[in-house]
């Protein structure tokens, strides 16, 4: 069975500090997919990123930058110089890979989710 | 423009009604997903097709019942509605196994 484990469930911070939200994850699949989804106040589920297993460079988009950890099992996400508009929920979730076939194939697992709050 | 619809957004009903959840993706994709966001955030599968056709059937009761017309919607009836069914219901849509883009949500309060 495959389970997304976030142990934050809250950050509190100031604006523009940096902060990093973990993940670790768990699958007997040999290939699968990583995911990062934001739920801002509003409720909607808004993708961030896709990773691969096959895949362990690391991402950086804007402010926004992922470390992909195969060896430790984790997906981590930072975000620098934070925003107010960064506050909301972030999911970390799993699905396996086309390639890898099995029950967990199209199904997102998801972790908790951390609750980000970011102070002006 | 909308990419994947929901209606309605807000759902407010007696215990023991009948309920329809509609949802709508303009993507071209292939596969249509539900799932439920607990009041503790937790978001889990339910239910999966792929061009129609019922892949993925998690462990939900049968009151739950999903009916996909043709490849662009997928919607979600639920009979005998019970208090433990109030949640926010997500409909997702996905080319294959590839990212899951996500509705605005459902949120049905069962009195």
Known sequence: AQKVTQAQTEISVVEKEDVTLDCVYETRDTTYYLFWYKQPPSGELVFLIRRNSFDEQNEISGRYSWNFQKSTSSF??????????????YFCALSGSPYAGGTSYGKLTFGQGTILTVHP | DTAVSQTPKYLVTQMGNDKSIKCEQNL???????????SKKFLKIMFSYNNKELIINETVPNR????????AHLNLHINSLELGDSAVYFCAS?????????????RLTVL
Not at chain 2, 32 to 37: A, E, G, I, L, N
Request: hydrophobic letters at 30%; zero cysteines.
């Open chain 2, 94 to 106: 996905s080319w294959g196994a590839n990212t899951q883009y996500f509705g605005p949500g459902t």
């Open chain 2, 28 to 38: 071209g994709h292939d596969t249509m997903y539900w799932y439920k966001q607990d």
């Open chain 2, 64 to 71: 739950f019942s999903p009916k996909s017309p043709d490849k």
């Open chain 1, 76 to 89: 981590n996400f930072t975000i620098t110089a934070s925003q107010v508009v960064d506050s909301a929920v």
